[in-house]
Protein backbone atom coordinates (compact mmCIF):
# COMPACT_ATOMS: atom_id res chain seq x y z
CA UNK A 1 0.00 0.00 0.00
CA UNK A 2 1.80 3.55 -1.30
CA UNK A 3 2.00 5.56 1.53
CA UNK A 4 2.08 9.22 0.66
CA UNK A 5 2.71 11.87 3.61
CA UNK A 6 2.94 15.68 4.33
CA UNK A 7 4.72 17.58 7.32
CA UNK A 8 1.80 19.26 8.45
CA UNK A 9 -2.15 19.11 7.30
CA UNK A 10 -2.90 22.53 8.35
CA UNK A 11 -0.02 25.80 8.34
CA UNK A 12 -0.35 29.98 9.56
CA UNK A 13 2.12 31.90 8.33
CA UNK A 14 2.98 35.32 8.11
CA UNK A 15 3.87 37.35 4.87
CA UNK A 16 7.61 37.68 3.71
CA UNK A 17 8.14 34.37 5.59
CA UNK A 18 10.04 31.61 4.41
CA UNK A 19 7.90 28.40 4.68
CA UNK A 20 9.16 24.58 3.74
CA UNK A 21 6.27 22.06 2.74
CA UNK A 22 8.10 18.83 3.47
CA UNK A 23 6.70 15.18 1.30
CA UNK A 24 7.96 11.55 1.94
CA UNK A 25 6.54 8.61 0.21
CA UNK A 26 7.68 5.27 1.15
CA UNK A 27 7.12 3.05 -2.64
CA UNK A 28 10.57 4.53 -3.66
CA UNK A 29 8.76 6.25 -6.36
CA UNK A 30 11.04 8.02 -8.90
CA UNK A 31 8.37 10.89 -9.63
CA UNK A 32 7.49 13.59 -7.49
CA UNK A 33 4.79 16.15 -7.27
CA UNK A 34 3.54 19.57 -6.15
CA UNK A 35 0.33 20.84 -6.74
CA UNK A 36 -2.39 23.60 -5.84
CA UNK A 37 -5.76 22.96 -5.01
CA UNK A 38 -8.01 26.25 -5.33
CA UNK A 39 -11.69 25.89 -5.73
CA UNK A 40 -12.77 26.27 -9.55
CA UNK A 41 -9.58 26.19 -10.16
CA UNK A 42 -8.93 22.01 -9.89
CA UNK A 43 -5.10 21.04 -9.35
CA UNK A 44 -2.36 22.81 -10.96
CA UNK A 45 1.11 21.43 -11.12
CA UNK A 46 3.61 23.26 -9.27
CA UNK A 47 7.00 21.62 -9.63
CA UNK A 48 7.65 17.99 -10.35
CA UNK A 49 11.05 15.65 -10.19
CA UNK A 50 11.14 12.74 -12.26
CA UNK A 51 14.81 11.46 -10.45
CA UNK A 52 16.74 12.14 -7.38
CA UNK A 53 18.12 16.25 -7.48
CA UNK A 54 16.09 16.71 -10.65
CA UNK A 55 13.36 19.19 -11.22
CA UNK A 56 11.22 21.13 -13.57
CA UNK A 57 8.82 23.28 -13.60
CA UNK A 58 5.23 22.89 -14.21
CA UNK A 59 1.88 25.36 -14.79
CA UNK A 60 2.64 27.53 -11.75
CA UNK A 61 6.15 27.23 -10.65
CA UNK A 62 6.45 31.59 -10.01
CA UNK A 63 6.93 32.36 -6.46
CA UNK A 64 8.22 28.63 -5.23
CA UNK A 65 11.02 26.25 -5.45
CA UNK A 66 11.68 22.56 -4.59
CA UNK A 67 14.17 20.05 -3.38
CA UNK A 68 14.77 16.64 -3.95
CA UNK A 69 18.08 15.39 -2.22
CA UNK A 70 16.79 12.05 -1.51
CA UNK A 71 14.40 9.65 -3.23
CA UNK A 72 11.69 9.45 -0.55
CA UNK A 73 11.41 13.37 0.15
CA UNK A 74 10.40 16.50 -1.67
CA UNK A 75 9.84 19.80 -0.79
CA UNK A 76 8.14 22.89 -1.91
CA UNK A 77 9.67 26.08 -0.81
CA UNK A 78 7.97 29.47 -0.67
CA UNK A 79 10.65 32.04 -0.42
CA UNK A 80 8.59 34.88 0.67
CA UNK A 81 4.95 33.85 1.68
CA UNK A 82 1.98 35.96 0.23
CA UNK A 83 -1.29 35.79 0.78
CA UNK A 84 -2.06 34.75 -3.28
CA UNK A 85 -0.47 31.38 -1.64
CA UNK A 86 -3.57 30.80 0.47
CA UNK A 87 -4.30 27.46 -0.53
CA UNK A 88 -4.31 23.89 -0.32
CA UNK A 89 -1.13 22.59 -1.24
CA UNK A 90 -1.37 18.34 -2.30
CA UNK A 91 1.97 16.11 -2.81
CA UNK A 92 1.84 12.98 -4.90
CA UNK A 93 3.96 10.24 -6.42
CA UNK A 94 4.18 7.88 -9.08
CA UNK A 95 6.28 4.67 -9.90
CA UNK A 96 7.83 6.82 -13.11
CA UNK A 97 8.53 3.57 -15.47
CA UNK A 98 9.22 5.26 -18.78
CA UNK A 99 6.79 5.03 -21.09
CA UNK A 100 3.92 3.94 -18.93
CA UNK A 101 1.24 6.22 -17.53
CA UNK A 102 0.54 5.04 -13.86
CA UNK A 103 -1.34 6.17 -11.00
CA UNK A 104 -0.42 9.11 -8.96
CA UNK A 105 -0.79 8.27 -5.19
CA UNK A 106 -1.12 11.66 -3.15
CA UNK A 107 -1.05 12.86 0.24
CA UNK A 108 -3.29 14.05 2.84
CA UNK A 109 -2.65 17.66 1.72
CA UNK A 110 -0.83 20.65 3.57
CA UNK A 111 -4.00 23.71 4.01
CA UNK A 112 -1.88 26.80 4.24
CA UNK A 113 -3.19 30.52 5.34
CA UNK A 114 -0.81 33.38 4.90
CA UNK A 115 -1.66 36.01 6.86
CA UNK B 1 0.15 22.79 -23.81
CA UNK B 2 -2.93 20.56 -23.01
CA UNK B 3 -6.23 21.99 -21.75
CA UNK B 4 -8.83 20.06 -19.97
CA UNK B 5 -12.28 21.65 -19.79
CA UNK B 6 -14.73 19.76 -17.16
CA UNK B 7 -18.51 20.23 -17.17
CA UNK B 8 -21.02 20.49 -14.73
CA UNK B 9 -18.90 22.08 -12.06
CA UNK B 10 -21.67 20.54 -9.45
CA UNK B 11 -23.98 18.17 -9.82
CA UNK B 12 -27.10 17.25 -7.72
CA UNK B 13 -28.81 13.52 -7.96
CA UNK B 14 -31.60 11.91 -6.22
CA UNK B 15 -30.09 8.73 -4.87
CA UNK B 16 -30.17 5.77 -7.34
CA UNK B 17 -30.23 8.20 -10.66
CA UNK B 18 -27.30 8.25 -12.60
CA UNK B 19 -24.82 10.76 -12.93
CA UNK B 20 -22.71 11.87 -15.80
CA UNK B 21 -19.68 14.26 -15.77
CA UNK B 22 -17.58 15.56 -19.24
CA UNK B 23 -14.51 16.31 -19.80
CA UNK B 24 -12.68 18.03 -23.29
CA UNK B 25 -9.66 18.13 -23.99
CA UNK B 26 -7.38 19.93 -26.08
CA UNK B 27 -4.29 18.11 -27.54
CA UNK B 28 -5.08 15.18 -29.70
CA UNK B 29 -2.00 13.74 -28.35
CA UNK B 30 -3.24 12.44 -25.16
CA UNK B 31 -3.84 9.25 -24.81
CA UNK B 32 -4.45 8.71 -20.86
CA UNK B 33 -7.62 9.93 -19.22
CA UNK B 34 -7.24 9.03 -15.66
CA UNK B 35 -10.35 9.82 -12.95
CA UNK B 36 -9.94 11.01 -9.35
CA UNK B 37 -12.32 11.29 -6.89
CA UNK B 38 -11.54 13.45 -3.60
CA UNK B 39 -14.41 12.81 -0.99
CA UNK B 40 -14.67 15.78 1.41
CA UNK B 41 -11.49 16.52 3.84
CA UNK B 42 -9.50 13.26 2.33
CA UNK B 43 -6.74 13.00 -0.97
CA UNK B 44 -7.77 12.69 -4.67
CA UNK B 45 -7.81 8.78 -5.34
CA UNK B 46 -7.90 6.96 -8.84
CA UNK B 47 -11.18 5.45 -9.66
CA UNK B 48 -10.96 4.24 -13.35
CA UNK B 49 -8.97 5.38 -16.23
CA UNK B 50 -9.24 4.66 -19.96
CA UNK B 51 -6.20 5.04 -22.93
CA UNK B 52 -7.16 5.67 -26.12
CA UNK B 53 -7.04 1.80 -27.86
CA UNK B 54 -10.21 1.80 -25.76
CA UNK B 55 -13.75 3.09 -26.50
CA UNK B 56 -15.25 2.41 -23.01
CA UNK B 57 -14.26 1.14 -20.01
CA UNK B 58 -16.79 -0.35 -16.93
CA UNK B 59 -15.92 -1.29 -13.29
CA UNK B 60 -19.16 -2.15 -11.31
CA UNK B 61 -21.07 0.80 -11.10
CA UNK B 62 -18.87 3.45 -12.84
CA UNK B 63 -17.73 3.62 -16.22
CA UNK B 64 -15.53 5.93 -18.62
CA UNK B 65 -16.51 6.55 -21.97
CA UNK B 66 -14.05 8.29 -24.75
CA UNK B 67 -14.75 10.02 -28.13
CA UNK B 68 -11.15 10.54 -30.00
CA UNK B 69 -12.73 11.92 -32.69
CA UNK B 70 -14.56 14.88 -30.99
CA UNK B 71 -11.72 15.45 -27.85
CA UNK B 72 -14.00 14.08 -24.98
CA UNK B 73 -14.37 11.41 -22.73
CA UNK B 74 -16.96 11.17 -19.60
CA UNK B 75 -17.26 9.28 -16.03
CA UNK B 76 -20.94 7.82 -15.77
CA UNK B 77 -21.90 6.47 -12.72
CA UNK B 78 -25.21 4.68 -12.20
CA UNK B 79 -27.22 3.48 -9.29
CA UNK B 80 -25.85 6.72 -6.86
CA UNK B 81 -25.82 6.34 -3.62
CA UNK B 82 -24.70 8.88 -1.08
CA UNK B 83 -20.84 7.32 -0.57
CA UNK B 84 -20.91 8.97 -3.68
CA UNK B 85 -20.20 12.57 -2.79
CA UNK B 86 -17.69 13.97 -3.60
CA UNK B 87 -15.45 15.87 -6.33
CA UNK B 88 -14.33 14.29 -9.40
CA UNK B 89 -11.53 15.36 -11.60
CA UNK B 90 -10.85 13.99 -14.91
CA UNK B 91 -7.31 14.44 -16.48
CA UNK B 92 -5.17 13.56 -19.72
CA UNK B 93 -1.90 12.74 -20.30
CA UNK B 94 0.63 11.84 -23.10
CA UNK B 95 2.99 9.09 -23.07
CA UNK B 96 6.03 11.07 -24.48
CA UNK B 97 7.95 13.46 -22.40
CA UNK B 98 7.32 13.75 -18.16
CA UNK B 99 3.58 12.59 -19.08
CA UNK B 100 2.32 15.02 -16.88
CA UNK B 101 -0.82 14.55 -15.73
CA UNK B 102 -3.54 17.89 -16.75
CA UNK B 103 -6.69 17.93 -14.65
CA UNK B 104 -9.64 19.58 -15.00
CA UNK B 105 -11.45 21.88 -12.93
CA UNK B 106 -13.38 19.24 -11.01
CA UNK B 107 -16.87 18.96 -10.43
CA UNK B 108 -18.90 18.76 -6.81
CA UNK B 109 -21.35 15.47 -7.15
CA UNK B 110 -24.00 15.61 -4.39
CA UNK B 111 -26.44 12.40 -3.71
CA UNK B 112 -29.32 12.94 -1.73
CA UNK B 113 -31.18 9.92 -0.14
Known amino acids: DVKVTQSSRYLVKRTGEKVFLECVQD?????MFWYRQDPGLGLRLIYFSYDVKMKEKGDIPEGYSVSREKKERFSLILESASTNQTSMYLC??????????????FGPGTRLLVL | GENVEQHPSTLSVQEGDSAVIKCTYSDSASNYFPWYKQELGKRPQLIID?????GEKKDQRIAVTLNKTAKHFSLHITETQPEDSAVYFCAASKDTGFQKLVFGTGTRLLVSP
Open chain 1, 27 to 31: MDHEN
Open chain 2, 50 to 54: IRSNV
Open chain 1, 92 to 105: ASRQGLAGHQETQY
